[in-house]
């Protein structure tokens, strides 16, 4: 009679495997020699002179199970935690900074690589950067509209300008408007959605713009569509005004009253048929669902009158006419041919206290950031954003979310404030002199605050 002790010790999880293996061969040599029966309770030696070959096919098939079981189960934590939690390069210490200088200059660098499932570009923060000039300013840039010329209108301060994104963990690719148009060469790039759409149009206009030879670049305005042509290179930057991306009675012209404004929810073709043949589209739609609690939706056509539309919450609305976009996309672009962006809500900054200035007036005469980690005000609703987080998840052509909401919420400075417009012209002295109720806390000065996004978008391209 064999007697066996086996001591009870603590096995590393690497090598449990080995000791499986080891403990198999171990014991199929140790039935063979000594004519064991492993499965007797008792462990004593069995009758037969031989193990039959079923009895060892078991033992290798169970042991082997186990084993492969163990490995799948380390194999898939591992490749979790490697998505989960795989840093991007970190920023280093004062003595590299002048290296990554360097590395930021030269944009062809593969160090340098953007990659948007590792580096975050929500998390960071807005650092003052007089060094890098600016590719336009709205004095040089014939394509910036009034409203958001907000040095040429009189504003004095220049500071916004030269405030610089800088993501927790990666560097974010300075844009290039050389490598933005050879990207770009023989497409079409086609902003659709309101005026913060067109803000970020125009911004990408004016970066790629001075680069480009005159006589080599048109510009076609519309009320509707307008057309920026880079001739050498064969490419369009295009911008589609359209403000809740589906069908309504207050696109052209537009009802200032917003009670007046009725959202056909379920129809898109008659705009969508201008993105078709597009190779990049961008799109948005948030501030114009903002007017009210509630907003007036219509099923079917307005042939029939504007007679039988149903008030509903503005986030029910919303998602309604989001899935109508979202159908249209999956059922009409080839992600072979087309790619989709979609740009996150741009911060409005209406209230002052929100941000710690008791005494202030909205947006008005503000020169800094807020320099508060994560600060998040009222004019980014999350439940809104919830909404664009589901409707995108649910589709089948990926779309590519430029996520500029949190790092716009730090911004209170960089609106047109008082130099902006109001109804296609400039405020008036009185006007200006009552922030209170003309301060356009909703648009950006140019340049400014969209030259940010369209680094994220060129980042991504």
Request: proline share 5%.
């Amino acid at each position: 009679m064999f007697h066996h002790s086996v001591a009870l010790t603590f096995i590393p999880p690497i090598t449990l495997p080995c000791f499986i293996l080891q403990l198999s061969f171990s014991l199929l040599l140790h039935c063979e020699l000594v004519h064991i029966h492993p499965f007797n309770m008792g462990w004593t030696k069995s009758a037969k002179r031989k193990l039959s070959f079923p009895i060892i096919t078991a033992i290798i098939c169970t042991l082997t199970f186990i084993f492969l079981l163990y490995t799948e189960r380390i194999s898939t934590i591992s490749y979790g935690s490697i998505l989960r939690f795989k840093p991007c390069p970190k920023r280093n210490s004062a003595d590299d900074r002048e290296l990554q200088s360097d590395q930021l200059d030269n944009p062809t660098d593969e160090s340098l690589d953007f990659d948007p499932d590792e580096c975050s570009v929500t998390h960071g923060k807005w650092v003052f950067n007089t060094s890098i000039k600016p590719l336009y300013s709205d004095m040089t840039c014939p394509f910036i509209d009034k409203q958001y010329s907000c040095i040429k209108n009189g504003r004095n301060d220049s500071d916004y300008r030269y405030w610089e994104w800088q993501p927790d963990d990666c560097m974010l690719p300075r844009f290039d408007p050389e490598i933005a148009l050879r990207k770009l060469r023989g497409k079409r790039l086609m902003f659709a959605g309101d005026s913060l759409q067109r803000n970020q149009w125009e911004s990408f206009v004016c970066l790629i713009e001075s680069v480009i030879p005159k006589g080599k670049k048109s510009m076609k305005r519309g009320r509707v569509h307008s057309v920026f042509k880079a001739k050498e290179y064969d490419a369009t930057i295009e911008f589609y005004w359209a403000p809740f991306l589906v069908e309504s009675n207050t696109d052209i012209p537009i009802k200032s009253d917003p009670k007046q404004r009725i959202i056909k929810v379920d129809s898109i073709a008659q705009r969508a048929k201008h993105w078709l043949g597009a190779d990049i589209l961008v799109f948005n739609t948030y501030v114009w669902w903002m007017s009210g609690l509630k907003t007036k939706a219509l099923w079917g056509e307005f042939e029939n009158g504007e007679e039988g539309y149903e008030e509903l919450d503005t986030t029910v609305s919303y998602r309604v006419a989001l899935r109508t976009w979202a159908n249209w996309i999956d059922s009409t672009v080839d992600p072979k041919k087309t790619r989709v962006f979609f740009t996150t809500m741009s911060p409005s900054h209406q209230k002052n206290k929100e941000w710690g200035n008791i005494n202030g007036i909205r947006c008005y005469n503000e020169t800094r950031p807020v320099m508060k980690k994560g600060h998040w005000g009222t004019g980014s609703n999350k439940e809104m954003m919830n909404v664009v987080a589901n409707v995108m998840g649910r589709m089948k052509v990926p779309v590519t979310v430029l996520n500029i909401t949190q790092l716009s919420e730090y911004r209170i400075d960089a609106h047109t404030s008082i130099y902006g417009e109001l109804r296609g012209k400039l405020l008036t002295a009185e006007q200006r002199a009552n922030p209170l109720h003309f301060a356009d806390c909703i648009h950006w000065c140019l340049p400014g605050v969209p030259d940010t996004w369209n680094q994220l978008l060129f980042a991504y391209l």
